[in-house]
């Protein structure tokens, strides 16, 4: 029960999270919401590499969540400007470097409340993640993952136990093992 106590918001986040997923739209029905523009006076370091400046701006410029750039996603658009994108829970931050002007183009796109909710459930604990806000949110998802397993592993025992020829207990353990099962011998 404390351990279920413990877990109620994150569940709720779980539950929006797979209900946005069900109704969400297709990606190309999607509306695109007009993204947030300014720009920023910036000089990049003297000699800096793509990699460098990128994250020099992560660093200095970039404000909430926002993941590290893979060397894989550093580019370059059409004009040879440097053009990172930096991605986060709260939504999509595109900044290019305009490196003749000294200054940073900023586009901000953000998500919605169910899309946030979407995007944090699906936060774990891996390497590159800097913000100690995210930190203590794959923190508390993990410990959500482990607690559910207990509360499966305990509600198993504790049916056991006690009342072990319930028959709805029976009924309801049989429906959702045999689905798992013919659910896990369909995909394989």
């Known amino acids: 029960m404390y351990v279920g106590l413990l877990n109620f918001t994150i ?24 993204p947030k523009l300014h720009f920023e006076d910036y000089v990049p370091p003297l000699n800096a590499t793509d990699r460098q ?21 550093l580019k370059r658009d059409k004009k040879n400007n440097l053009q990172l994108d930096f991605y986060s829970p709260n939504g999509l ?18 998500t919605g409340m169910g899309e946030f909710m979407s995007r944090m459930h699906s936060n774990t604990m891996r390497p ?18 482990w607690s559910l397993l ?12 006690s009342r072990p020829g319930y028959k709805w207990a029976i009924v309801a353990f049989g429906l959702g093992s045999g689905a798992f099962l013919i659910l896990w011998g369909v995909t394989r």
């Not at 986040?13 to 509306?31: D, I």
């Not at 400046?53 to 996603?73: L, Y």
């Not at 590159?128 to 993952?145: H, K, P, Q």
């Open 93 to 110: 931050r595109r900044v290019t470097v305009l490196e003749k002007e000294g200054k940073l183009r900023i586009e901000e796109t953000a």
């Open 53 to 73: 400046v990128a994250d020099d701006i992560h660093r200095t410029r970039i404000k909430g969540f926002a993941h590290v750039i893979a060397d894989r996603a």
């Open 150 to 161: 207990a509360m499966a592993m305990s509600g198993l025992y504790l049916w056991l136990v």
């Open 128 to 145: 590159g993640i800097v913000d100690w806000r995210m930190n203590l949110w794959t923190w508390y998802t993990e410990f959500s993952i």
């Open 11 to 34: 569940l709720l986040v779980f539950g929006v999270a797979g209900l946005n997923a069900t109704f969400e739209r297709a990606p190309n029905s999607q509306p695109k919401p007009e």
